[in-house]
């Protein structure tokens, strides 16, 4: 993460590795929808804000440029998959809070909603020419958003939804105890060596309690495992990382350590590959029920849309069925059984 955590620098490997060898994140990397990408910029926008020092000083006139690159990031997060959001409304809020002077927080929230505005300049375009499109989505997510505002969060289920599904992603588990002890651990640790003006402490716990109430104020029939993929690293990764970086003495054993947990995670690696899967459910039924519809009922190929439908975006289908994005494309997509898209 940095030259101060060089010491640390075999557990940081080792965690990485289990990262990336997720078998659920290798997963979703074969299928067409790939929420990887907000994965990805989550972890780059955090990583900036730490090595450009936002978490440690806040917003300053001196890293105006660097606090512009680590907020387009982390917006970028949320336009690529919106449980992102949760990372990026945690960050801006700390960064905010971090920032010494009144002027400076000032200016940081124009320039985080400056830029927030011109990144959405291409949404606002495609909202006026597809606003019905946008609302055959808006349901769940208003829902979600009300619940969060009013705090109505089902606070247990979104309690468990995180060490549950969390265990799952990292471990290949599902069981409520092992992100639990994680977490009991890094509490104990932050205790004993009074840790609480740590600003990775700091920033951890605030974005977990952020996470926790807005996974908890998505309704149960949405609150899908898929939903924490975006915030796999800070939310799971990360406290793995802290709760062994500040618990284990820097000295011999803990060099030996380091060495035998890298080896462990390293052989790990082919038993976690074999886990991967590449079919979903959910894209087989899609493919043969509609494949089914369009076999028996030849007469929905004449149905008309209303006039006040005539606007919809083409892409929704295209997304979910394959096809031509439009009928002077060239390119033909087919998505099989198993989500894979391939090019024709």
Known sequence: MSRKNVNSIFILLSLFILYFSSPTILSIG????NPNFALAFVNIS???AFEFRLLENGYTANNKIRAIITIACAWFAA?????ALFFTGALFLFIFLKTATFRNKFLFTIIVISTIMILQIPYFIYMFNYSNSIDLY???TNSAFSRMLLFQGAYGQGFKYIFHVGSFVIFGQFTFYYFLVVYLALIVVVVWKKLYKNYLIQFFFLFWLVSWHCYASIPSWGRADY???????????FPLYLAIRYSIPQNKFCF???ILLLVMVIGLIPFRYHQVNQTFPFYKSLVSATEKIYKEHK???GIVLPTSYANIDSTIIYEGLGGKINQSCKTIAYIDEGGSITYK
Not at 79 to 83: A, K, R
């Open 138 to 140: 808006s349901y769940g």
């Open 46 to 48: 955090f990583a900036l």
């Open 227 to 237: 939903l924490i993929l975006s915030n796999v690293f800070p939310l799971l990764v």
């Open 30 to 33: 074969f299928s067409s929808w």
């Open 256 to 258: 030996a350590f380091q």
């Open 299 to 301: 007469e929905i190929n």
């Open 79 to 83: 336009e690529c998959h919106s449980p």
